[in-house]
């Protein structure tokens, strides 16, 4: 046990949240943190001054970072602490220690007897000022608590069903919703840094796959996005095929977005109460409040045994006001989350834009538990709120108790989008450097649907988008919901094909039919298409769709030939299957994994495919303890 325990830690040790600029000569600058009595912190964020670039400190508190400079000024910053700025050199290695923030220091222990308090209202809608506020969710932070939090796993996840291989001849036309959510990828990486493999139904590869961004063309013409296709080697399957299917959103700069009536919907229960909940929330969304424009506005919503509405609609030059709101909020109570989504989307509709963008920004750890909890209800109100045109955004908080099958389920429903925040690193990149992205909607219900040729398809498998799979009726069906793009976002999928003459032991028997023939049409043994790849999509306020079309050839690019896209994407959905333990897996292995990714990880300007890297070495090391142990 002494060896598992050492290795797991060495596995985790690995990982360092690296970031590189793609510059000619780089300097690797480390150092240490600790708190004031030299115990190690992790998780500390140590950024660059005046940049993203950073990395976070790893179990004993080290971190090292690459800087195109030799000496820098860094940023450290972790929950609890006062921000602390020192300099670093290459080749110098430093010990910083954090200061308690003030507000801790006056940490007071919430007694049982004090929960009924909870149970009170926030706050009505009358307009009170918020200088004579005293309720729950709404307390300075002198009597902020922390409560120790409970030892055991109540997270959970919807179980999935990996999609199989369809035979083209009896089933040519696969359809699905697009999904830019990247939640899954964030949620495993805070399970692995913690020494631990993901539940395998935490695992969803599309949105591993869709957390990176892809290097695809700039759309052009009339539609709000463009379409890349690209077709090789199937690396864990050789004899297979793999499609590549990617979308490129319009990039549209800040200054060029609509006005922005954003409703903040902050779960103030007790179970947030915890240094990676709430006060990680807080931090959050003054990091949103500081992208806000002054023809942007702001109302605040909390809820715990019951809602209220803590800041009435502010503009986004007044972020002072904005950014007190929010550091007054305070954990504590039940959770009563049907009534905070009724009472937010009221707001949002009272105070609606046309022509801007109308959205609910949900944070919470999903536990619901007072009133209208069930996913079902919860799902019913997001439904019929959704009509209102107001959008939702989902952010997922915490550990031990996070309910992602919840959040997953809010966000579809709502024509929304779901994100994981494991840390302020987390945070920056969904609210900052893809606001436009995670905030403002430039196509809805966007449906693929794919027809390939049985003259040169056998079979064929949607690798992820196991939630998002439709009928193929449905592709026509202006009626049915699907998913929504974001200004830059990128969409990724992947399709592993079963050439015509290849033995598969994934696919039954193709059996005559008694009262029909299943004739090709000439066109389909006359052509080298190997598919054709149809979009439908709507505008943010229009209720007919748009259709594209685009046919895909297979022009046996070899794998070592393909792009670095391709192969960074095939690397993600590989490790993804690792995790999984995936019956499709074939060949692929953890070493094999690393080196696809490592030969595909392009500029990477910003590290996330670097750090991808190490996880795919510590998990591997996991599995090496493991097997030991044994």
């Not at 919470?364 to 955004?393: A, C, H, M, P, Q």
């Amino acid at each position: 046990m002494f060896q598992k325990n050492i290795l797991l830690a060495l596995s985790v040790l690995l990982l360092g949240f690296v970031s590189f600029r793609g510059t000619d000569k780089t300097y690797e600058l480390k150092g240490k943190v600790t708190d004031e009595a030299g115990q190690a912190l992790s998780g500390v964020t140590v950024l660059l001054k005046g940049s993203t670039t950073g990395a976070m400190t790893d179990l004993d508190g080290s971190f090292n970072l690459i800087s195109p400079d030799s000496c820098a000024t860094l940023e450290i910053s972790y929950i609890g602490f006062e921000v602390k700025e020192a300099k670093v050199c290459a080749g110098k290695p430093i010990s910083v220690k954090l200061k308690a923030s003030k507000m801790l220091e006056e940490v007071v222990v919430v007694e049982d007897r004090k929960a009924q308090e909870y149970e009170r209202p926030v706050l009505s809608k009358a307009k009170k000022e918020m200088s004579s506020l005293s309720t729950p969710g709404i307390a300075g932070y002198a009597n902020r608590t922390y409560a120790p939090q409970p030892n055991f796993n109540t997270e959970d996840y919807d179980r999935i069903q990996e999609n199989r291989f369809h035979r083209a001849t009896q089933e040519p036309q696969s359809t699905f919703s697009i999904d830019v959510d990247a939640a899954s990828y964030s949620n495993l990486r805070r399970f692995i840094n913690n020494g631990q493999k993901p539940p395998e139904d935490a695992v969803r590869i599309e949105e591993m796959i869709n957390y990176f961004d892809y290097e695809y063309p700039e759309p052009t013409g009339k539609h709000p996005f463009s379409i890349t296709t690209e077709v090789s080697d199937c690396p864990w399957q050789p004899k297979h095929r793999l499609v590549h299917i990617g979308l490129q959103g319009k990039h549209t700069p800040s200054e060029n977005l609509p006005a922005a009536n954003l409703v903040f919907l902050i779960d103030v229960s007790g179970s947030m109460n915890a240094a990676n909940k709430l006060p990680l929330v807080q931090t959050s969304f003054k990091l949103l409040a500081d992208q806000l424009r002054p023809q942007d506005r702001v109302a605040i919503v909390v809820y715990a045994g019951a809602a209220g509405l803590v800041l009435e609609p502010t503009t986004g030059n007044n972020k002072t006001k904005i950014k007190e709101a929010i550091d007054k909020l305070q954990a504590g109570g039940s959770t009563a989350g049907g009534e905070g989504i009724r009472l937010a989307y009221q707001t949002a509709k009272e105070h609606f834009i046309k022509g801007g963008n109308n959205r609910v920004i949900l944070a919470s750890d999903g536990d619901f538990n007072v009133g209208v909890s069930s996913d079902g209800e919860l799902v019913r109100i997001v439904e019929e709120e959704r009509k209102s045109g107001v959008y939702l955004t989902v952010l997922g908080y915490g550990m031990g108790n996070y309910k992602d099958n919840k959040m997953q389920k809010l966000a579809d429903s709502g024509n929304g989008n779901h994100a994981y925040i494991d840390n302020l690193d987390e945070a920056r990149r969904v609210l900052v450097s893809e606001f436009g992205g995670t905030m403002y909607t430039i196509a809805k219900d966007v449906k693929l649907q794919l027809e390939f040729n049985p003259a040169v398809v056998q079979g064929y498998r949607l690798i992820g988008y196991e939630n998002r799979v439709l009928n193929n009726a449905d592709f026509d069906d202006d009626q049915k919901d699907a998913g929504e793009l974001g200004a830059g976002h990128t969409v990724t999928a992947l399709y592993e094909i079963i050439p015509v003459g290849i033995e598969s032991k994934f696919l039954a028997a193709d059996k005559d039919l008694k009262y029909q023939q299943r004739d090709l049409k000439p066109i389909a043994n006359r052509s080298n298409e190997l598919l054709t790849v149809k979009f439908r999509y709507k505008a943010p306020e229009a209720d007919n769709s748009q259709l594209m079309e685009e046919v895909v050839m297979d022009k046996n690019v070899a794998l070592s030939k393909s792009s670095d896209n391709f192969r960074w994407s095939a690397a993600v959905a590989t490790f993804g299957m690792l995790l999984r333990n995936s019956e499709f897996k074939g060949e692929a292995n953890y070493e094999q994994c690393k080196k696809l990714a490592a030969g595909a990880r392009g500029k990477d300007t910003e590290g996330y495919r670097a750090e991808m890297i190490r996880m795919i070495e510590s998990v591997g090391l996991m599995g090496k303890t493991e097997t030991a142990e044994k």
